[in-house]
């Protein structure tokens, strides 16, 4: 990672960092032996021994068996002690909440779904506290807060939705009443955002490049990481569902936003007979059933086409095509077939683990603990 080590005029602030890039170096990285730490982060040995103690005393690291060398001491590697601190993520989709209890280094421990009428944004949230807090009175060990993730424009700073047409949200406060019902802290932020954030934190190393993340389902959303001046964890965040793309029936053009979504493609599946409640379903039928593939191919080729041009425009070193159908490698496999200007490689799927977004929305308050460079 090679960062700087910060010093000098704000001694208390240049720990924080420090303190933060040793754990961030722990989640990717580790175990590593503090002179290791030292060396990737431009550390002097003392610094990170100062570091890592109070961190071992809080149990957050744990020391390991000492790695043999031919000279000198045995090198004591430390590395995260992931069931020292949990996070519950709370997912508001389209028509169901979905709950998660998730450990520091972004493993999902546990879920729990239900559906919903999304109409209704009081009850939604009143039984999203609700689960929020069955969940965090479930964790083995000590529970830092509640991240919420929801699609559409998100004021991070006032933990509110300013606009999800999907949901017919406007203006719905969702931190402050979330903490009041459960006593826990809470951070919310919008899809994209978290899940680029997710992957800059569990993913392994994803901040040496830049990434551009096309999350597709049922709102069509992108985020770009690689301006540090971008905002909180450098992410841009913004929306293709404007962009024009052959429609999934093989009738003209259409806007992403009203031919591509998930709502659209199950809609064309029901029209072409098929019965499938999910994308998920839709895949399954590909393996046999040549209009559920037929139907895949027209979506790969919207989605070749939305990475194709956002590739031109941004020159990302790495595209994540995240969504519904982020868990299929048939998927994937489909779009890099049907890039032109993409590099195929370039196109990856997240790597943050299963329920990738109840992990991203658990990784707002994991990414803000570590943010915060302290054994609290």
Not at 49 to 64: D, F, H, M, Q, Y
Request: with cysteine; charged share 20%.
């Amino acid at each position: 990672m090679n960062q700087p080590r910060l010093s000098g005029t704000q001694p208390r602030r240049a720990r924080q960092a420090n303190t933060a890039a040793v754990l961030q170096l722990l989640v990717q990285r580790g175990p590593l032996a503090r002179s290791d730490i030292a060396k990737e982060l431009s550390l002097n040995h003392g610094s990170v021994s100062r570091i890592i103690e109070p961190l071992l005393s809080a149990g957050i690291v744990r020391e390991l068996d000492g790695w043999s060398t031919r000279l000198g001491r045995p090198r004591v590697p430390v590395e995260l002690d992931p069931s020292s601190r949990y996070a519950v993520g709370v997912h508001l989709g389209l028509e169901r909440t979905t709950v998660g209890l998730t450990d520091l280094a972004g493993h999902s421990v546990r879920t729990h779904a239900e559906n919903r009428d999304p109409a209704d944004s009081s009850a939604t949230l009143r039984r999203a506290a609700e689960l929020a807090a069955g969940m965090a009175g479930s964790a083995p060990g000590p529970v830092m807060g509640i991240g919420v993730t929801v699609g559409g424009e998100v004021d991070r700073a006032g933990g509110r939705v300013v606009r999800n047409d999907v949901l017919g949200w406007t203006d719905v406060r969702i931190a402050g009443p979330l903490r009041d019902w459960t006593g826990l802290e809470v951070v919310v932020d919008a899809n994209v955002c978290a899940l680029l954030g997710a992957e800059l934190t569990f993913g392994g190393g994803l901040s040496r490049h830049s990434a551009l993340y096309l999350f597709i389902g049922n709102v069509a959303e992108t985020g770009f990481l690689g301006r540090p001046e971008a905002g909180p964890d450098g992410v841009v965040q913004g929306t293709f569902g404007r962009i024009l793309v052959p429609c999934l029936a093989g009738r003209g053009h259409a806007r992403f936003d009203e031919c591509g979504t998930d709502v659209a493609l199950l809609a064309a599946a029901r029209s072409a007979g098929l019965t499938a409640s999910s994308p998920a379903d839709l895949i399954r039928l590909a393996d046999t059933d040549p209009v559920a593939i037929g139907l895949l191919e027209a979506r790969s080729t919207q989605v070749a086409l939305l990475a194709d041009t956002m590739y031109d425009l941004m020159r990302p070193h790495t595209i994540i095509l995240g969504g519904s159908g982020a868990s299929s490698g048939r998927w994937l496999e489909a779009v890099r077939d049907k890039v032109e200007t993409t590099p195929p490689q370039s196109l990856i799927l997240p790597r943050s683990g299963d329920d990738p977004l109840v992990v991203a929305a658990a990784g707002l308050v994991v990414r803000a603990f570590f943010a915060a460079g302290t054994t609290r």
